[in-house]
């Protein structure tokens, strides 16, 4: 389903912290929202999500007007995962995922046999099914980053938006989750995911959203977006963008301090925008 967003505005104390978004979100594909920290990139997916009422514009899914919804139609179509998310510290894991069945359970219909079997995936699919008889209370910051993923995989969602769902997460764990990610995108789900790492994003989206400031600074395919300009006018640092050995994905290689202060301009290749923008 694709996720379009028109002039979408958002303030908060007198501050405009989203200044108008307009984007188009591909369906059945992964794209990551990347922007330096204080952007807004957490603060639009509580907008997509409804968890914040915007203060203008639209966001519509297959042209479904979200705001309009009825809020159980929408948590049946649209799923968060942050890693701020409200869990009970005296629930299990199981119990805490399950939640993500609430809007597809009627009022006094209990889960059924499907609603454990599909926690019982999504904790897989998360690298968590070890976890499931703990405590959330128990939990690491690693260990809880998978279940906010799998509570949201649960919830058998059309848009997944997840923020920063790597944070916390192992390196092997990061790709486990990133993977699993593009693998959903892959299978028709519209994923949103807020990443800093831009490596990461380029390895693994479909598509790029940045952000500064509020605003949409580019959108597109990674290769088109992620220049070493971009990266310099977004967050001020000198990056070459590479293609990876294994991959062949661009692989966005920065360098900060004296080692970017001693690199001279005849060693950044030609039409890779590094020098940066007076
Ligand atoms: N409820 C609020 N009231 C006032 N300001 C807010 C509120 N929520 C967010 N902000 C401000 O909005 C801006 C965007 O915040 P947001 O958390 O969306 O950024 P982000 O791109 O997700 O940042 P990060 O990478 O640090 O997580 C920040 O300057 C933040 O201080």
Known sequence: MTLDLERVRFARGGRTIIDGVD????????TALIGPNGAGKSTLLHLIAAIERTDGGELALDGRELGRMRRRDRARLVAL??????LDP??????????????????????????HALVAHALAASGAGHLAERQIGQLSGGERQRITLARALAQEPELLLADEPTNHLDLSAQLVALELLAGLARGGLTV???LHDLSQAAAYADHVLVLAEGRVIAAGPPREVLTARLVHEVYGVRAEIIDHPITGRPLVAVAGGAAAEAATPDAVPAGTGSTPSA
């Open 23 to 30: 984007a188009t979100l591909p369906g059945g594909a992964l």
């Open 90 to 115: 005296q629930l299990t894991v199981a119990a805490a995922v399950l939640l993500g069945r609430t809007p597809h359970l009627g009022a006094f219909a209990p889960a059924g046999p499907r609603d």
């Open 81 to 86: 995962a942050e890693q701020q998310a409200e």
């Open 192 to 194: 949103v995911a807020a």
